[in-house]
């Protein structure tokens, strides 16, 4: 089980804002990073730090972090934003890496 | 531009092992440590561990220990993971990863080589 918590899907319309969480008590300690994978590639790195984009990772995508939540926001999702995402963060002891069960998002 | 070029596909029999490396250019490969992570069809990601690839210290999750050997050839800067003792459940895609920070694991993962699929099965 990991420990870190994701909604399995979550869908939204196209050229709306759509917010995913992820949820766990070492993001008390941690930032979060985000990923996101297309069918058949590797992960790409969209968001880390507090609210950072790697080169090349259009602006509408933003994170935050409040508690034990982090949260990736897409405003003004576009088609091509469909894939999966995942969130990792150190553990809660700081010497391992834990990701998220991802999130499928949908756009409608 | 950072670039992490996997070997290739590997079917394995249940209770062998199976190295699988990668070849990192574009930056200076003892800057950053390297993890592996994998995932199983249709599942999520999992993390296994990274390497130093300056002082060759490792890091294993715990599920790992005692199946997993990280190592790297600084001279070809290449990465190797191997895992002894294949079961089923081990058919995954495995990925090599570099870590975002210099000179020292921040846990962050930046840039991903594009997987290799190993399948075990008898």
């Known amino acids: 089980s990991s420990e870190l918590t994701q909604d399995p899907a979550v869908s939204v319309a196209l050229g709306q804002t759509v917010r995913i969480t992820c949820q766990g008590d070492?993001?008390?300690?941690?930032?979060a990073s985000w990923y996101q994978q297309k069918p058949g590639q590797a992960p790409v790195l969209v968001i880390y730090?507090?609210?950072n984009r790697p080169s090349g990772i259009p602006d509408r995508f933003s994170g935050s972090s409040s508690g034990n939540t982090a949260s990736l926001t897409i405003t003004g999702a576009q088609a091509e934003d469909e894939a999966d995402y995942y969130c990792?963060?150190?553990?809660?002891?700081?010497?391992?890496?834990?990701f998220g069960g991802g999130t499928k998002l949908t756009v409608l | 531009q950072v670039q992490l070029v996997q070997s290739g596909a590997e079917v394995k029999k249940p209770g062998a092992s199976v190295k699988v490396s990668c070849k990192a250019s574009?930056?200076?490969?003892?800057?950053?440590?390297m993890h592996w992570v994998r995932q199983a069809p249709g599942q999520g990601l999992e993390w296994m561990g990274w390497?130093?690839?300056?002082?060759?210290?490792?890091n294993y999750a715990q599920k790992f220990q005692g199946r997993v050997t990280m190592t790297r050839d600084t001279s070809i800067s290449t990465a190797y993971m191997e895992l002894s003792r294949l079961r089923s459940d081990d058919t995954a895609v495995y990925y090599c990863?570099?870590?975002?920070?210099?000179?020292?694991?921040?846990?962050?993962?930046?840039?991903w080589g594009q997987g290799t699929l190993v399948t075990v099965s008898s």
């Open positions: 990863a570099r870590d975002r920070s210099h000179g020292s694991g921040s846990y962050q993962i930046d840039y």
């Open positions: 574009g930056y200076t490969f003892t800057g950053y440590y």
């Open positions: 390497i130093n690839p300056n002082s060759g210290g490792t």
């Open positions: 070492s993001l008390r300690s941690y930032y």
């Open positions: 730090g507090k609210n």
């Open positions: 990792n963060s150190r553990d809660s002891s700081g010497n391992s890496v834990v």
